[in-house]
Structure formats: structure tokens, C-alpha cells
Nanobody
Framework: QVQLVESGGGLVQAGGSLRLSCAASGRTFSTYAMGWLRQAPGKEREFVAAVSWSGVNTYYADSVKGRFTISRDNAKNTVHLQMNSLKPEDTAVYYC?????????????????WGQGTQVTVSS
């Protein structure tokens, strides 16, 4: 089992940047495919980005491709989401998630563990 804690959310103007971080517990972090998901007010939770066990492979939702970058550091048990050129429609609670199956998880249903979430608000 893995426990996840997100940080780095906040309020930013459109066009700005934020960097989200996720700290994971457990000795087997490198065996989990990791991802970021988000849920906007009144909407369903959606997939944002994923990174493979090794960190070599990544996958993004079309809505964030070219603006967001996911990365992981297996030595530090951390995952990051660099978000640039933020838009008001990026406003949501962002969740870090881990999937036992891998090497990469690109669907919501593949994730087994979730963090508590961190709020990102982009003002226009």
C-alpha cells in the first residue's frame, strides 16, 4: 500500500505557472505507475497526466499537452506536475494517484490509491 500527499496548489493568474508535488510513502514506490488527475466543480474527475515506473514514458490528456509536464524521482519517492500557461479551465482539485499495474496508467479506472488533493485556482 502507498500513501500520497500533495502540495503546491494555490491561486494564480491566467498564463502563470504552478508546480505540484506528491510525496509517497512506502519502499516500493518505483513499482507504481503514477499520475495526476483533477476534478473541477460540478464535473467528473478526469485524467491529466501519467508517468511510467522508470519515469521514461509519459502520457497527457489533450487538454494539457504541451503545457504540463509530469516527472518522478524514485530516489525521493516524489512525483511532480509542472503546469505552465495555466487557463481558468484548469481550475480544479488536483489528485496524485498510484496504480499497481504498469508500466503506465492512462485511465482513471487503473488507479488504486489517491491523495487528498490540492486546490488549483486560475483567475482570468
Amino acid at each position: 500500500q502507498v500513501q500520497l500527499v500533495e502540495s503546491g496548489g494555490g491561486l494564480v493568474q491566467a498564463g502563470g505557472s504552478l508546480r505540484l508535488s506528491c510525496a509517497a510513502s512506502g519502499r516500493t514506490f518505483s513499482t507504481y505507475a503514477m499520475g495526476w488527475l483533477r476534478q473541477a466543480p460540478g464535473k467528473e474527475r478526469e485524467f491529466v497526466a501519467a508517468v511510467s515506473w522508470s519515469g521514461v514514458n509519459t502520457y497527457y490528456a489533450d487538454s494539457v499537452k504541451g503545457r504540463f509536464t509530469i516527472s518522478r524521482d524514485n530516489a525521493k519517492n516524489t512525483v511532480h506536475l509542472q503546469m505552465n500557461s495555466l487557463k481558468p479551465e484548469d481550475t480544479a482539485v488536483y489528485y496524485c494517484a498510484a496504480a499497481q499495474r504498469g508500466p503506465i496508467a492512462t485511465m482513471l479506472s487503473e488507479y488504486d490509491y489517491w491523495g487528498q488533493g490540492t486546490q488549483v485556482t486560475v483567475s482570468s
